[in-house]
């Protein structure tokens, strides 16, 4: 696990203020490059707000923290908000059949409600099967006819039988929105759940509406140049990610729903505690813990709900801590896989609650004691390198690859050449018993020996905690 610095007293808002500033700076975004908007809250208090980078590439023009995002997956807590409200008026149940509002849908008896919520459904994820893009929908589509479409899609596995992130269960959820409450399922939220709230700021482009201060999604070319994204499929999202916002309506909206003014105390119970399912070990040994529309994790020791996103051009993180009553929201208006908006927002947190990242306390080991973990490491159809020098254990990587593993893409990293043909060094520093750290990184690598003692495999943890990826041994260094 990183080091943390011990809770002693909560930072000021001066201090989360310099934290972020120097986050910012340190993150590499060009002035030149698409960027991200930042909020840092405690209660309804405003630690820090601020952003980095360029609303639109094109026409140069600076971001700020009023600019509206795409929200992505983020919505989908509050599309999950929008189901318990109505369970919260009695028109509906969390365990009522999807056939009560969607007769016609393939063996809806057996799907329940919740199973669309927490991704427990087996409907297949439309985002998952290649086939669904054969004919790409229109850019206009209505909740209707996204349904149809997913009708179609052969299951993933019987109801309740399993756990898989599913875009599909939203937009079946926003239908059942649409059903019970007999309006689009955005007017719905609008209406009954955010305006009453005061949080004005997020809404649903529909049609071809321009939405005031929302930018545009940009992505990256393998050679580091900035491009524009695929146009935003807000209306094929529909309510798996197609809110848009800007970062003070997201403190408002993580306010009025964890201080309990949207739902009553045991239906937010419930939509934050994960169930069935979501609590059974996933392929890598870990459960998904996803309640409903957002997960639980823990930030070195500390509960965190959250929810993250991605869509094209955009990325965003929302976190929310309850024993402080911290909110950070992260939105990026990039695509680039480099910008690690969760990675950002797990040090916000982590600062803002008392127990910020400290640098790793280096145990002093020899280059003969490394060598043994020399080699080229491999996950799928990724590969990486470490190899030991006079000033240690080093690992070589590609430029995507560094900039995950350090939570930031430097300057350095930016560079016309693809990045096959560059390759970037990082120090790999030892905690002791085979724990590792990286140069100016949260990240952590844990290796596994042989009978022989050499190494056959590692587990990288992006966080420095929790779920990681196993990369194996192919070759001896």
């Excluded at 016609?104 to 459904?121: E, Y």
Aim: some cysteine.
């Amino acid at each position: 696990m990183a080091n943390i610095e011990p809770v002693s007293s909560l930072p000021t808002a001066s201090e989360v203020g310099d934290f972020a500033t120097s986050l910012l700076d340190g993150y590499g975004l060009r002035d030149d490059a698409p960027g991200m908007a930042i909020l840092v809250a405690r209660g309804g208090e405003i630690l820090f707000e601020g952003a980095r980078g360029l609303a639109s590439a094109e026409l140069g023009v600076p971001l700020t923290p009023a600019h509206r995002f795409a929200l992505a997956s983020v919505s989908k807590q509050i599309v999950a908000a929008g189901v318990l409200h109505l369970v919260g008026q009695g028109v509906m149940a969390l365990e009522d059949p999807l056939a009560r509002f969607l007769p016609d849908f393939p063996n809806a008896q057996a799907i329940t409600v919740v199973q669309l919520l927490n991704h427990t459904s087996g409907v297949a994820s439309f985002t998952n099967v290649p086939a669904f893009w054969t004919t790409p929908p229109p850019l206009a589509i209505t909740t209707g006819e996204m349904v149809a479409r997913i009708a179609v899609l052969t299951p993933d596995f019987p109801p309740g039988q399993g756990w898989s992130y599913n875009n599909s269960g939203y937009v079946l959820a926003a239908a059942v929105i649409e059903a019970v409450a007999g309006m689009p399922w955005y007017t719905y939220l609008e209406t009954a759940i955010l305006a009453p709230h005061g949080i004005e700021g997020i809404t649903f482009p529909d049609g071809w509406r321009v939405v005031p201060g929302m930018v545009p999604g940009h992505s990256i070319s393998e050679g580091g140049h900035v491009t524009r994204a695929f146009p935003a499929m807000f209306h094929i999202a529909h309510g798996a990610g197609g809110l848009v916002g800007d970062v003070r309506s997201l403190m408002k909206w993580n306010l009025a729903l964890h201080r309990g003014d949207i739902l009553p105390p045991a239906i937010l119970a419930r939509m934050i505690t994960p169930e069935g399912s979501a609590t059974l070990p996933g392929p890598d040994g870990t459960p998904p813990d996803y309640g409903l529309g957002v997960a639980s994790s823990t930030n070195h020791g500390e509960p965190v709900i959250s929810h993250g996103g991605s869509i094209q051009g955009f990325a965003t993180l929302l976190a929310w801590v309850p024993s402080t009553q911290t909110t950070v929201a992260v939105l990026a208006n990039t695509d680039d896989p480099a910008v690690m908006s969760d990675m950002i927002a797990r040090q916000l947190v982590a600062f803002t609650i008392g127990k910020p990242y400290l640098p790793p306390m280096t145990v002093p080991t020899p280059p003969a004691a490394l060598a043994p973990l020399a080699g080229s490491y491999r996950l799928g159809d990724q590969s990486v390198a470490l190899h030991v020098t006079d000033n240690g254990l080093q690992i070589d990587c590609t430029p995507v690859q560094a900039a995950i593993i350090q939570g930031r893409r430097t300057p350095a990293q930016w560079h016309p050449a693809p990045p096959a043909d560059i390759t970037v060094s990082i120090p790999v520093i030892p905690l002791g018993d085979d724990q590792f750290a990286f140069e100016a990184s949260i990240a952590r690598a844990t290796f596994t020996r042989d009978a022989g003692g050499r190494g056959a495999s590692f587990v990288f943890q992006v966080r420095g905690e929790g779920p990681g990826t196993t990369w194996q041994l192919v070759r001896d260094g």
